[in-house]
Protein backbone atom coordinates (compact mmCIF):
# COMPACT_ATOMS: atom_id res chain seq x y z
CA UNK A 1 0.00 0.00 0.00
CA UNK A 2 1.46 2.91 -0.95
CA UNK A 3 0.13 6.14 0.71
CA UNK A 4 0.88 9.57 -0.42
CA UNK A 5 2.09 12.15 2.58
CA UNK A 6 3.34 15.70 2.47
CA UNK A 7 6.27 17.13 4.01
CA UNK A 8 4.22 19.05 6.42
CA UNK A 9 2.03 16.08 7.43
CA UNK A 10 5.36 13.83 7.54
CA UNK A 11 6.94 16.41 10.15
CA UNK A 12 3.70 16.73 12.47
CA UNK A 13 3.65 12.87 12.62
CA UNK A 14 6.53 10.99 11.85
CA UNK A 15 6.42 8.64 15.19
CA UNK A 16 3.03 7.25 13.68
CA UNK A 17 4.71 7.13 10.39
CA UNK A 18 7.56 5.51 11.42
CA UNK A 19 4.75 2.69 13.19
CA UNK A 20 3.12 2.37 10.09
CA UNK A 21 6.61 1.68 7.91
CA UNK A 22 7.87 -0.91 10.18
CA UNK A 23 4.19 -2.70 9.84
CA UNK A 24 4.69 -2.62 5.74
CA UNK A 25 3.10 0.64 4.88
CA UNK A 26 5.03 2.78 1.99
CA UNK A 27 4.68 6.34 1.82
CA UNK A 28 5.47 8.49 -1.30
CA UNK A 29 6.37 12.16 0.26
CA UNK A 30 4.81 14.76 -1.84
CA UNK A 31 7.18 18.44 -1.85
CA UNK A 32 6.42 21.54 -3.71
CA UNK A 33 3.19 19.49 -5.22
CA UNK A 34 5.35 16.91 -6.54
CA UNK A 35 6.65 13.59 -5.47
CA UNK A 36 10.28 13.48 -3.59
CA UNK A 37 10.78 10.31 -2.35
CA UNK A 38 9.41 7.38 -0.99
CA UNK A 39 9.54 5.80 2.36
CA UNK A 40 9.49 2.20 2.61
CA UNK A 41 10.67 -0.41 5.04
CA UNK A 42 13.98 -1.09 5.34
CA UNK A 43 14.15 -4.96 4.41
CA UNK A 44 12.52 -4.04 1.24
CA UNK A 45 15.19 -3.83 -1.39
CA UNK A 46 15.06 -2.65 -4.65
CA UNK A 47 15.34 -5.40 -7.26
CA UNK A 48 17.24 -2.65 -9.92
CA UNK A 49 19.32 -1.49 -7.15
CA UNK A 50 23.22 -2.13 -6.20
CA UNK A 51 23.00 -3.83 -3.14
CA UNK A 52 24.18 -6.90 -2.19
CA UNK A 53 21.35 -8.82 -0.48
CA UNK A 54 21.28 -10.12 2.79
CA UNK A 55 24.36 -7.61 3.85
CA UNK A 56 23.98 -5.35 6.63
CA UNK A 57 25.31 -2.24 6.37
CA UNK A 58 28.18 -2.90 8.69
CA UNK A 59 29.81 -5.58 6.43
CA UNK A 60 29.48 -3.34 3.46
CA UNK A 61 31.39 -1.10 5.47
CA UNK A 62 34.00 -3.70 6.71
CA UNK A 63 34.67 -4.76 3.09
CA UNK A 64 35.32 -1.54 2.16
CA UNK A 65 37.14 -0.04 5.40
CA UNK A 66 39.54 -3.59 4.61
CA UNK A 67 39.99 -2.49 0.66
CA UNK A 68 40.70 0.96 1.01
CA UNK A 69 43.37 0.07 4.04
CA UNK A 70 44.65 -2.21 1.54
CA UNK A 71 45.14 0.41 -0.75
CA UNK A 72 46.86 3.06 1.71
CA UNK A 73 49.25 -0.19 2.41
CA UNK A 74 50.40 -0.69 -1.38
CA UNK A 75 50.83 2.63 -1.82
CA UNK A 76 53.34 3.04 1.02
CA UNK A 77 51.17 4.87 3.48
CA UNK A 78 51.36 2.37 6.35
CA UNK A 79 50.06 4.59 8.93
CA UNK A 80 46.68 5.74 7.09
CA UNK A 81 46.45 2.00 6.50
CA UNK A 82 46.59 0.98 9.82
CA UNK A 83 43.75 3.66 10.59
CA UNK A 84 41.37 1.64 8.31
CA UNK A 85 42.04 -1.60 9.77
CA UNK A 86 41.51 -0.08 13.04
CA UNK A 87 37.85 1.16 12.02
CA UNK A 88 37.12 -1.86 10.82
CA UNK A 89 38.33 -4.09 13.73
CA UNK A 90 36.09 -1.40 16.32
CA UNK A 91 32.72 -2.46 13.98
CA UNK A 92 33.23 -5.83 15.51
CA UNK A 93 31.74 -8.03 12.35
CA UNK A 94 33.74 -11.23 14.04
CA UNK A 95 32.35 -13.42 10.82
CA UNK A 96 34.00 -11.80 8.27
CA UNK A 97 36.93 -12.76 6.83
CA UNK A 98 37.81 -9.83 6.52
CA UNK A 99 37.80 -8.79 10.25
CA UNK A 100 40.33 -11.68 10.70
CA UNK A 101 42.84 -10.38 8.28
CA UNK A 102 42.71 -6.65 9.55
CA UNK A 103 44.13 -7.83 12.84
CA UNK A 104 46.58 -9.71 11.21
CA UNK A 105 47.58 -6.87 9.01
CA UNK A 106 47.83 -4.74 12.41
CA UNK A 107 50.17 -6.58 14.12
CA UNK A 108 52.30 -6.79 10.75
CA UNK A 109 52.39 -3.10 10.58
CA UNK A 110 53.40 -2.57 14.70
Given amino acids: ?6 AK ?4 SLPDVVERVRKGARFTVIYR ?3 AFQIVPINDGDSDSNAQPNTST ?3 LCEA ?5 EEYWARGQPEVARDYFAALVNIRVLFFVEHGIALAEIARLR
Wanted: proline residues 10%.
Fill in 33 to 35: SRP
Fill in 58 to 60: DER
Fill in 9 to 12: RLRA
Fill in 65 to 69: LFYVG
Fill in 1 to 6: MNVPIN
